[in-house]
């Protein structure tokens, strides 16, 4: 089955300064990859996403990057802010017997220090 | 408004106490699914629904049921809990599951912890 690799588990850095993110996934097939952000307490939130046939998405100060061939995608926040602290998900998804199987990585906590 | 709701939020019990958390989605959603969230390990799905009557297994499926007999409820069964079910549990929806690929709305999240 698929399998999410997320680095790094926890991330410091300066407000203004730019986060990346990165994650490999196992599975040629996924084709669908989004990026949840969870605050503390709170349920997760889709904050971007990305789907195979395009190698770049922006929204704003987030984007996020698809490398087909070498399987990783990663998420790129810049000039950030203290409301950008939490913690990020990526996630790779694919039909399965038409289902919708979303396998998550195992999370990346942000801290932006003022 | 559009929400997914899930009860209860907290629940301890103990070991062997059959326990239902109940999630509903009002968005006429057709795919639901269940996670469990523990630390370091992220998310991971334990069942999921195409449409009434459709449940399959996620990658996560040991000690845990569901079932969908209504389009907007997707409970989750735990017959004979145990402690390693432990965990924040999100339940969620979305529109046209499948190829869709559509955005996944979670519920916020029951704790449930088995003594």
């Known amino acids: 089955g698929e399998n999410v690799e997320q680095h790094p588990s926890t991330l410091s850095v300066q407000e203004g300064d730019s986060a990346v993110i990165k994650c490999t996934y196992s599975d040629s097939a996924s084709n669908y990859f989004p990026w949840y952000k969870q605050e503390l307490g709170k349920r997760p939130q889709l904050i971007i996403d990305?789907?195979?046939?395009?190698g770049e998405k922006k929204d704003q100060r987030i984007a996020v990057t698809l490398n087909k061939t070498a399987k990783h995608f990663s998420l790129h926040i810049t000039e950030t802010q203290p409301e950008d602290s939490a913690v990020y998900f990526c996630?790779?998804?694919?039909?399965?017997?038409?289902?919708?199987?979303?396998?998550f990585g195992q999370g990346t906590r942000l801290t932006i220090n003022p | 408004e559009a929400q997914v709701t899930q009860n209860p939020r907290y629940l301890i019990t103990v070991t062997g106490k059959k326990l239902t958390v109940t999630c509903s989605q009002n968005?006429?959603?057709?795919?639901m699914s269940w996670y469990r969230q523990d630390p370091g390990l992220g998310l991971r799905q334990i069942y999921y629904s195409m449409n009434v009557e459709v449940t399959d297994k996620g990658d996560v499926p040991e000690g845990y049921k569901v079932s969908r007999k209504e389009k907007r409820n997707f409970p989750l069964i735990l017959e004979s809990p145990s402690p390693n079910q432990t965990s924040l549990y999100f339940c969620?929806?979305?529109?046209?599951?499948?190829?869709?690929?559509?955005?996944?709305?979670f519920g916020p999240g029951t704790r449930l912890t088995v003594l």
């Open positions: 969620a929806s979305s529109l046209l599951g499948g190829r869709s690929y559509n955005e996944q709305f």
């Open positions: 990305i789907r195979s046939n395009v």
């Open positions: 968005m006429n959603h057709e795919y």
């Open positions: 996630a790779a998804s694919w039909g399965y017997q038409g289902a919708q199987k979303l396998v």
